[in-house]
Structure formats: structure tokens, C-alpha cells
């Protein structure tokens, strides 16, 4: 995905004036345009499908339908948008969870403007962007063991295997790597549940975590 039009922005927040902020802010910045705001997840999940954004700023908790969810059924049918989780604080549990809810990001609302809109255009242009220090808490105990059982069951990786990690990396979700590969999307999915099975995590955000803290992968590469 490269940053060759104006990144439109979809607004999701329970709080009218976390969205104003957040459009106002968003308003001076040249390269981006804020084309609608939902105050719900169900709303969100109706504005995605009409007005297709390239990103969603989605708050993770709000009375009704949560942001995980919404970002579920939103990822379901617009695969290409990038979600980013907004929330107050970063919980380990409710980060992963958004993660493998199809969210690319999730930032904390204190933000600076310039962080903000930084984080913005890193995540439209596929990169996955999890709070400092979270995943690296996660990985800290037993690191040199986890690194040591990592990369030898890297080695066993065949290449289409390597490829999907790489592409999982880069925040793409199964159906994007499957055209990628010119694969099915089962196949996809198949690829991406062995290579939890084998670095023996539960998700895609631990799976990604090691790849990138361990430097299994160069993305670029691929």
C-alpha cells in the first residue's frame, strides 16, 4: 500500500468529544481527510461499508457493540481498510485482542498530534504499531530460550511459510496474503495457524512480536 492519495478517515468514539478533538486535529493535516464519525460500533460497521475509509480510529470500549467486534465484522467485508484501537490505556489482553480482531495498530489517546498522525500514515502504508514496551514485557522472561526454540523452528519454515509471516508482519490479513500468493484463502488460514502451532503462540500479534523482536524475517524482502 503506498501513500499516493488522501488517507480518508473514519472516526469511531462513543464520546462526541474525543471526535472533535480528533477531527479537528486531523482537520489541518494536508494529506488527510476525516469523511465520517460513528458514536457506536454498530454505526461504524454501517459508515465502513458506505463510505469505505482508508482508516478506521476505532475506540475500544463503548457502550453496545464493542470495538472488537466491530472491527471483526468491519475487517469482514473491507479487508483492505487499516483499524487502529484508541483506548485510554494499554492492556496486554485488550491489545492482543484487537490485533487478532484484524485491527493494524492501537494507540493511546493521550497521543501527541504529531505521533498521531505519524502512527496514521505508517499504519496505511502496512505496518502493524502496538504501544512500546508491551509485547517486549510479554517476551522478557525466558527470552534467550524462546529466541533459541524461534529461530530453529524458523529454519524448518518452508518458503511460502516465510513469505506469510513476512506478509502477516506487514498487517496484511489472510485474503490479501492469499492473492498475494495466488493461493485460496484456506490455504491462507492454514499457513498462518502452523506457524502459531510451530512458534507456539496463540495469536498473530505474538507470532509477528517474535518475528520482528527476533528478527526471523526482512520483510522488504518479500
Partial sequence: MTQSKIIR??????????RKGLALVLGEVPDMEVVGEAENGEEAVFLSKKLKPDIILMDVKMEGM???????????????VRIIGLSTFANRDIVEGMIDAGACGYLIKDI????????????????????????????????????????????????????????????????EIAEMLGVSVSTARYHVSAILRKLDVSNRSEAVAIAINFNLIQPEDF
Fill in 66 to 80: 464493542s470495538g472488537k467486534l466491530a472491527t471483526q465484522l468491519i475487517v469482514e467485508h473491507h479487508q483492505s
Fill in 9 to 18: 478517515i473514519l472516526l469511531v468514539d462513543d464520546h462526541m468529544v474525543v
Fill in 112 to 175: 501527541s498530534a504529531a505521533n498521531l498522525t505519524s502512527s496514521i500514515r505508517r499504519i496505511f502504508s502496512g505496518e502493524i504499531l502496538i504501544p512500546d514496551g508491551l509485547l517486549e514485557a510479554t517476551y522478557k522472561q525466558n527470552e534467550s530460550e524462546l529466541k533459541s526454540k524461534a529461530v530453529e523452528e524458523f529454519a524448518l519454515f518452508g518458503n511460502q511459510q516465510k513469505k506469510v509471516l513476512a506478509f502477516m508482519s506487514k498487517g496484511f490479513t489472510n485474503p
